[in-house]
Structures are given as structure tokens and as C-alpha cells.
């Protein structure tokens, strides 16, 4: 973890409301790992409003050219900003941070990944480096419509197995990524399992794996408003619950953002 | 990076002696030991820890933050792993790091204040000062914040004064409009200053769900939007002349630490900023000596109280 | 544009009747007619003119403004023509305009109430109601301003209102800790309901000249930055059920809107916007009706106090 | 007066720290007068840092094309925005306002008029106004250094008789304006003056005409930090004094910017 300054490589529009900024950093490059974030300043100096960095996921990493880049979502003031930003402009941000995947130097796995929305954009990340090890990676995510198209694109690129889902049939599969997980659960019972997605997925999620008894084991990446991003505030907290069955808040920037499904405590 | 051990940024605040004048406020910083990852905080003034409790507390059901417009809504509810958690976990690293610590102690009544100071006796030679957090609310006295109640500002301040003999700091809440009364029960109670503005009460609702935005409804509001209200206070109570004052509420830039101290303040808290720009208090400090140098300064408390606000 | 006179929008406040909730604050509309150049003001529900008192007052020192992060500090000092000016010269405009009024008075005692409500009789039957403006110090009491004395509340809100036969508004302060006491003795008085908040009392220096940025030293806090504790005092008083309020303090949407209407407010008052947006009112109540129409509410009145807040 | 949107033409560098830009405007060309304004909002919608709209004075108005332009100079979170933005891009302003200078349709008379600083700004549209009449123009003006030599070469094309000073003597005669103004001052006695700059240049020009007894109608634009740019707030006044020596705070936005010199107390 640093506070560092990168050149903006790229800032590009790759669907409706979505974007993808490339950032020069060695530093990131050498030291992040999957399901870590970083966070970012989305503002001028002196113009307090936005108040708050933002978190952003590494979307990709790219060794050669020493660059992360992340996928934004459009939502408020501070994704404006960043949208506004141009190469060649400096962005001050922090990271890596968060707990993020450690892939196995050598494995030779099953690992499915879970994907929803906006959701996904950790996931790349984290499918590439485990397909570099050589592992036997399934994706399987939903979405809305066809916004994504391109994240299909990118994920051809890396040849895994995939199956994508969209709620209105315009892009793979008509129907919600849960429901396939559902009828499907048996075949991946010997996989570790990653995903990443709305709350209300992760807490299907949980269900499905709890109603089915499954032994392996399960993680999410959580998100939650942050305002330090390295675990002093205690803002960013989420309830989990111990193997004493007691209940304790934890930090989703330093704690998390990954979890165990089966410790989270939904409410 | 400038020479921090510049004599002309040291402070005394009562009988508090800073190596400068830049503090990290209670809460925002930990202990410093993450910061430390960032920067060397052993530069900083001083380290007022996040409050601690007797036992450890769970804090407040998420969600526990809210942005508003140049602000920071927080209902944290003061979660923390207890004082034993400082004294055996985090102190070791402190002094491995050369953080200067204040340590903050929270109480829900004089009781607890006196079972906490009792706890600090063997470690006090390490800390600089304690700091009071009285933004409790007391369950005796249905459910108000000690702070409030100028009798209980005095009796918790001279209980902990009469069981250490390091310097004891009370911490005012802007939420009362008997600041000034208060800050005379904690000089007649012994406190060596007091520090102010902790946040202010605010609210916000999410109109889609209709629920407040922070699980426990209200929280505290931080940030520059606060920064004009906390002058405000910090000007009025420096006239009446009760005690040396450390100033915090929105403070972002070295400018803003300078208005802090014209307007009264002998030092400066560096709150909400250390979420927003990971190294303020390198900045402010080297703004603050280049400002020494532009205005010809002996010492940086001699702006301390100087705005010009005589008629 | 909407139909305005959607009668989902019309709003009961006590006794006061409004075609729809959304009020221009006193002080940050003059009373209508220089907006009206830009759009018909007639469309908004009430327009409360700045405080006019007995005879006409200079105002503060210059400088009276200076911005902060996301707020505006003013210490305009309540510059005014005095009532006759209001009588005379502008109330002929406002009723051509169909502007529908919301006369503030500001006094330094009861008796100046007094004089200032006997002078309004003549007038009464072309305004929807009254407004005290009880912020200006007192100097019979020490220069403590009449809205934070329970006593005063009560005495000058039964004055005015047994001098006139229209509703009374009452504003309050949030920089006192005894609203729900003072709201309580504005009710006693006979008053229809209360506005709140008036601004913050905030200050700001400038460090190249030590001076304070507002000549008057201190001033008053609004915009953005103080919505968070607008919400918080609004909740509040609407919980302890004493009068309907008409809630502001940073209102810039209709989001904002709604969301002082969910803490507790009955219509609401945009004032530091009406300096950014020109025509927010227009924003604001087009915004309403879409949400009317999205929630399928019968009246804009029945999501007022509705935030979830019992756990 | 109306809230208006135009569209940019232009938004360029013209030296250091200081840009023009060009705005698109029918309403405001047909309009506005010399010594007017617009405030201009200087934030995205919903980002309230900086919170209040910025007044700057009319530069141009070029009939033919519809457009109308300012001149501004980078001071802080404001005028940065503006900065950044492109052609195309529409800004959010009300005007004209202000009282400003009317020129007469039949003259030829003779004017001198004074600036200091940015407080040229004013000044080009004034004096194009006043040539286009067929009055007789002399423009002086005074500056720190040599960073308005773009408005020199502006002001030769319109055909007036000028003199610029600086300080450090790098632009122009070395001096200051008003020294100027101090020595020659007989000339000028049957001019009318109009003037534009920090307060301290308009305060030793009030000085200079009150010592030589100066007869003729002298005004100068004035600066406020203003909030609604319209008459409402009273919150941009200077103090003034009445014939009946009563002082009275009159505002910048409504009763000025412009002001008989004479007027106006200086504090
Ligand atoms: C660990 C983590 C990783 C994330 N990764 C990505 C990513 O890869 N791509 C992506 O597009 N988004 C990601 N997000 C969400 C992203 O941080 C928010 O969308 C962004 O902060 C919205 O900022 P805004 O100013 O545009 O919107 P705002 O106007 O501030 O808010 C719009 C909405 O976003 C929510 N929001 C605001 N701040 C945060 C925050 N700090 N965390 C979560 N939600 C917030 C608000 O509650 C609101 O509902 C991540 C969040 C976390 C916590
Ligand atoms: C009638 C009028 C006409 C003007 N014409 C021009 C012009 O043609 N070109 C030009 O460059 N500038 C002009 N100004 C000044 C211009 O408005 C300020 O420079 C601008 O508002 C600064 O904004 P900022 O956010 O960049 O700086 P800030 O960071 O807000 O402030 C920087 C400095 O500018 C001062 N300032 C801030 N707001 C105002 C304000 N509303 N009025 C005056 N000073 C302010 C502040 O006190 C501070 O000292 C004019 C001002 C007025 C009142
Ligand atoms: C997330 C957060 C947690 C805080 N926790 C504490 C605390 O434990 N004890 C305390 O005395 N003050 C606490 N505070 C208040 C700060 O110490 C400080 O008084 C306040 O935030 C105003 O300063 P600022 O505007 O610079 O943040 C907290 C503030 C924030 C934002
Ligand atoms: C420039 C200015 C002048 C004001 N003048 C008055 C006034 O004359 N009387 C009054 O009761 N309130 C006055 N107020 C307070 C407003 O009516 C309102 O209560 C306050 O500004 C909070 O709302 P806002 O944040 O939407 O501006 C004034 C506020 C401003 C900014
Ligand atoms: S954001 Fe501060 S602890 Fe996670
Ligand atoms: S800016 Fe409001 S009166 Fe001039």
C-alpha cells in the first residue's frame, strides 16, 4: 500500500455509461493482486465536493507496459470526474488495497467465478492470473441487458469457459446468473468458488450454497461506502460472524473485500 | 521534505509540549501504525488515538457513513477493541515507531473515567497527554453525553487528573451552547486544554428507501463543511479566555490550520483530511514553516489568537 | 412545464394553506419581484420577503459574503427599508404579480413586535401569513437575540398573534440547544408552526491580512454544507410533535426536498439556491410532482415525518 | 436580465494565466451594454464546491456572430472550471446585469478611460462601444508586467489613442497609471472618465481628482464578492454617500458596478 501519483494511459467509453481508465504504475504492477482496489481522488485540489476518494476494483494488469487499469460505472460526481479525466493527466490514488486473492504459484484447480454487473470487473483480473497458473476456470455471470458485450469480448481473449446470462435475453442466456447456479450446483461442487455482485446476489449466493450443503469453499467481494479505505475509520464495516457464532463487524478495505460467504452475516 | 524539527514550530500548550503543532484527531488516524505505512508519522505534533473504552465496544449498525456536500457523516458508534487492546497491542508499536500518542479513553460515567485512568498509570510515562472523550451518552443520566453536564465535565476531568500526572485534555462537542461554561468546569476539573470541534449532529435520508442513510440515523458531521462553524466556537471561546484551545473541524490545507490558530487555536487537528489526502500533515507542516518564514515568526503560537477582530 | 396547480401539491401547515410546499426562504428572494423578471414567482407556494423592521436598518459592514466549501457565510446585518417601504412601494407589485406573500418582521422586543404587527393590520388580508424573525440581538437582555430566550418566544409570538387575524410563522435558530423548548413556547404564543433552520453562526479569516473575511467578523452559515444538520433538527423537533415545520438549510433539489419532508417538514424553504439556480423553485416543484406521481401518493403532505427510523 | 445557456465558440489561452472565452449568445448581444456582467455557475450540476456563480464583466460582443466574450484571469476553484472547459461544451449564465454605461447614439465627445489589471477587461467593449459613435477615445492603463501585451495589440485595431505603463517597465512606459494620470491630469479636464481596477489604483484616482479640483463626470466599475448577482441579497455593497452626506450601502451587482467616483467612500 502507497499513496501514488500515475499517468493516465487511456480513459476510454466501452458501453453506455461504463469506462475504462489505464493508469501508469510499476508500483501497482509489481505489488496488487485480484480483488484488490484502489482509491482514488475525484476531485481538484481545493473543490471538496465530491469530499471522499472513490474505490475501484483492478479490472486488468498488464505487466509489460506496467500498467492496472480499472472499469467505472457511471453513478455520481465522482465518476464524472474521473470520466472528464484525459491522458496524460495525473491521478492520485491509493493502493493496492484490501486482502485481494493470492493465486497459488503453482495449481492446478477448479475455480468458478461469479459474476454480476458491474460485479465482473474484478473478475477478469482475477481469471486471467489463475489461467496463467494454469488453472480450469468457468465463469458464469448476469446482467441486465447487453452492456457488457464488451466484457464478453475480453473475457474470450483469455479462453475459459463461460456462460453469460442477461435479465432481458439480449446478451447469452436469458435468465439470472443464480437461477443457472442453482440447477447447475452439483457439477462445481468440487470448486472454489469466487464471486462478485449485488448484495442480494451474494446473499442468493449464500443460500443456495447453504441449502445445497456445499463443503468447498465460497468467497465474495464485498463493497461498501468508504472514507479511509485502510481499516482505521471502521466506516466500511460489514457483520460476519465467528466460528463462536459471534457476531463482529468487520472492515471490507482491510478485513475484506473478500469473505468467506458462509461468515457474512446478511441483513 | 523541510527540517519538521524546526524550534520555531514548537508549542506548549498548557503544560503540553508538542514538537509542532499538527495533531491527528481522535478516530481518523488509529494509532498511526497504518499511516506509518505512508509516511514516517513519527513527524506529526502528536497521535491522539482513537477513543477507547473500558471493554471493547461493537459499534454502531452499518450503514456507518454518508458524504454529504463537503462533508462526512460518521455514526461509527466508537467501535474499538478496548484500552488492554492499546496498552499491549498497539503501544509496543507506537514507541517502536517514535509516534508521539494521546491517548483517547471513553467513559459513560466518572466510574469508568477512574477505572481507565487506573488501567493508564503504568503506561503514562509513555503518552503525552489523555484526552477525554465525553461524547458518550451516560446511561444514569438518561442517555445525555457527559460532556453536556458541566458538573460531570468537572468531576471526570479532576478524577483523572488527580490519578495521572500527565496532562489531561478535554474534548468539546459543538452540539451544546454552553461551550464556554464547559471549558471552565474542565480548567476547574484540572485539564491542561481543551480540544474542539468534535462533530456535529446531522441526519441524512436516502428518499428512495426512505430510510436514514446511516444505520444508527443520526451521526456526526466532519469535513470542510464545518469549518466555518467550528472557527466560529474555537474564536469565541479563545475571548473568553478559559484555557489553551487545539483547534479541528475541517481543516484541509496549511492555510486552513493558520486560520485555526488566528482565531485561537494553539495547535491543530487533522481529522477528516487524513482521508482525503493520506499525507496532510506533511503539507501543513511545511506550509506552516514556510509561513514562519514568509511572515518573519519567532515562533508559530505567536499568530495563536492574532485575527484582527477588534471592532 | 408541470401543471403547478397539480392539488397533490397543496399543503396544509397549521392553518396556513399553500397550492404547494415550496417556500422562498426570507432574505434570499426580496420579495419575488426581481426573480419575476426571470419567471412567474406566482407559480411558488409562498414567498417569505426579507425581514423588514419598524424603520429601515443600514446593514453590516462590508464585506458580507464570503463562500466556504460548499456553503455561504453572509453577514448582510438584515439591511432593510423598514415596513413602510414593504406597505407601500412593494406589496402593490407582489399582488399584480400574484405573489403570494409571507411578510417577515424583525423587532428587538415585544413592543417593537408590537408596533411593527399594528402597522401590518391594514395590509393583513393581502398575506398568507407572518413570519418573526426573532434573530436580531436584544439590548435590554445583553444582545442575546429574542429567539433564544423561551420567554420572549412566547411573549412576542401572543403579541402578533392577537394583533392580527392571519397564521404566525416562528424561526428558529439552530445555534441554540433548546429548540424543542422554544418551539413549545412559539406554540403556547399561538403561532401556526415554525420554520428552521436559520443559518449557523460561522466565521472565516483571511491569512495574508489577519482579517476577518466578514466585516461584521462573524455571520451566518447556509447552503450545502449545513443540510446534513438541518435534517438532524428537523428530526428532532418533529419526533417531540409540537408544531408543523417548514424545514430548510441547504435544499438544491427536489431530492433534497423530499428528504426534508421525510425528517419532518411540511413544505419547504430554498434559500442560498435561489443564488445558483435561478429557477430551482421550478426544478423543485416539477421534481415533486414526478415523485407524486412515481409513488402514487395522494397528497406530497402524507410522506412528511415518514423516515423509517424505529429500528 | 435572463437566465440564459450558450453554447462556447472559444475557450483559448491568451497569456499567461489569463483565457478568453467566447460564448454564443443572441440575447445577450442584443442586449447588453458596456460595464455589464454575467454570472456565470463554475461547478457540475450537484457539486456544490465551489457553491456560488462567478461575475465577470463583458469583454466583446461581436454582433455579427452572435457572440459575446470574457476575459478572465486563473484565481481559484472558479475560474479553473472554466478553464477546462471546451467548445461545445454550454455554460449556465445570467445576464446582462449590472447597471453599466450607456452610450450615446449621436456624440462625439471625449472620453479617458482608465484601467488596471484585469480591469481592462470592461474596458475593450467600452471603448469599441464609444468608437463605433465616433467619440474621441484615450485608453491608459497600467499593469505589474508584460502580460497583456495581447490586449494592446486588441485596442490597435481599434484605432485609439493609448498609452500602457507596467511596473517593472517590461510592457509600455515603466511607471504606474496613476502617476500618470497625476502629471497630465490638465489635459483631460473636459473628458469624461471611466475607470476599472484594484481599489487602491480607484481610490488614489478619487484622491488625484478631488486635489486638482476635476469638474467633469468621473465613474469607475466596481468589485464585490457577490451571491445573487441581482439586487437581492445585499450582500455586494460598497458604502456611499448621498448628496445630503449621508452614507448608504448601495450593491455592486444592481446599483453599479459602475459608480460616480465621487460617490463612493473609500475605507
Ligand atoms: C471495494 C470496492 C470496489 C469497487 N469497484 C468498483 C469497480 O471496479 N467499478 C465500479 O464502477 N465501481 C466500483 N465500486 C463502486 C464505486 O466505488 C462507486 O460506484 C463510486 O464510488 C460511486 O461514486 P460516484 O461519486 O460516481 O457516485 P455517488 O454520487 O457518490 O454515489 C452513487 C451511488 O454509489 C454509492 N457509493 C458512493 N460511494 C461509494 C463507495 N465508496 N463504495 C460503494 N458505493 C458507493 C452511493 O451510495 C450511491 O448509491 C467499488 C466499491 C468498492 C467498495
Ligand atoms: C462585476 C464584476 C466583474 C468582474 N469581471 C471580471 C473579469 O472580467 N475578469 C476576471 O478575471 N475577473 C472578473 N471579476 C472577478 C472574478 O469574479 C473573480 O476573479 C472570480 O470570481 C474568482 O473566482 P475563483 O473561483 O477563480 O477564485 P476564488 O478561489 O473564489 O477566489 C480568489 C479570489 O477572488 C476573490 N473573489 C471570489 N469571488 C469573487 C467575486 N464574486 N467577485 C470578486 N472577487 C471574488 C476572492 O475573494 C479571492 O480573493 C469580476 C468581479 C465582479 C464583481
Ligand atoms: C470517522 C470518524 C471517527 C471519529 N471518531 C472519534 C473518536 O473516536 N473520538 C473522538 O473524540 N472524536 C472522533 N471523531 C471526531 C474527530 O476527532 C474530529 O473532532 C472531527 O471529525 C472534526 O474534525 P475534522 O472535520 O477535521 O474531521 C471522529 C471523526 C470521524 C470523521
Ligand atoms: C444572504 C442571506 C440573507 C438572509 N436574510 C434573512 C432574513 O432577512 N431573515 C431571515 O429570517 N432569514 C434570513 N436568512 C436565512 C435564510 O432565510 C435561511 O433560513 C437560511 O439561509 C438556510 O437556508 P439555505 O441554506 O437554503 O439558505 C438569510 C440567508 C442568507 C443566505
Ligand atoms: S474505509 Fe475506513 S475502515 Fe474501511
Ligand atoms: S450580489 Fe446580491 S445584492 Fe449584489
Partial sequence: MKALKGEIISNDKISENIYKMTVFSPYMVKHCIPGQFVNIKCSESTVYDPLLRRPFSIYDVEEGFKVFSI??????????????????????FLGPLGNGIKVDDKSDKKYLLIGGGMGVAPLFYLAKSLILKKNNVFLAAGFK?????????????????????????????????????????DEYRDYTIYSCGPSEMLKSLKEIFLRNN?????????????????????????????????????????????????????? | MNNFADGRLAVNIGDIYLKNPVIMCSGTFGS?????????????????????????????????LCETSSGLLNSIGLQNEGIEFFIQDQLPFVKKLKISPILSILGTSSLEFAELA?????????????????????????????????????????IVRKTLNIPVIVKLSPNNDNLIEIAKRAKSGGAACVSLINTLIGMAIDINTFKPKLGNVIGGLSGPAIKPVALAKIFSLYKAEVLPIIGMGGIFSWEDAIEFMLAGASAVGLGTVNFVEYDAAINIINGLIDFISKNNLNNISDITGKVKAGQ
Fill in chain 1, 214 to 267: 456445499i463443503k468447498n469453499k465460497a468467497y465474495a467481494l464485498f463493497e461498501e461506502i468508504m472514507a479511509c479505505g485502510i481499516g482505521v475509520c471502521k466506516g466500511c464495516v460489514i457483520k460476519t460472524i465467528d466460528k463462536d457464532n459471534k457476531y463482529i463487524y468487520k472492515t471490507v478495505c482491510k478485513d475484506g473485500p473478500l469473505f468467506e460467504l458462509k461468515e457474512v452475516v446478511f441483513e
Fill in chain 2, 32 to 64: 498511526g501504525l497504518e499511516y506509518n505505512e505512508i509516511y514516517e508519522t513519527q513527524i506529526i505534533g502528536a497521535v491522539v488515538t482513537k477513543s477507547f473504552s473500558l471493554k471493547p465496544m461493537e459499534g454502531n449498525k452499518p450503514p456507518r
Fill in chain 2, 118 to 158: 487506573s488501567k493508564i498509570i503504568k503506561i503514562e510515562h509513555e503518552l503525552i497527554a489523555v484526552e477525554l472523550n465525553l461524547s458518550c451518552p451516560n446511561v444514569n443520566k438518561g442517555g445525555i453525553t457527559l460532556g453536556s453536564i458541566p458538573d460531570s465535565v468537572e468531576e471526570v476531568t479532576s
Fill in chain 1, 71 to 92: 472499469l467505472y460505472l457511471i453513478k455520481g460526481k465522482g465518476t464524472k470526474y474521473l470520466k472528464s479525466l484525459e491522458p496524460g493527466d495525473v491521478i492520485d
Fill in chain 1, 145 to 185: 441487458d447487453n452492456k457488457f458485450i464488451f466484457f464478453e469480448k475480453a473475457i474470450q481473449l483469455l479462453k475459459i469457459n463461460y456462460q453469460f446470462f442477461s435479465e432481458d435475453g439480449s446478451h447469452g442466456a436469458k435468465g439470472i446468473v443464480t437461477d443457472f447456479l442453482n440447477n447447475h450446483i
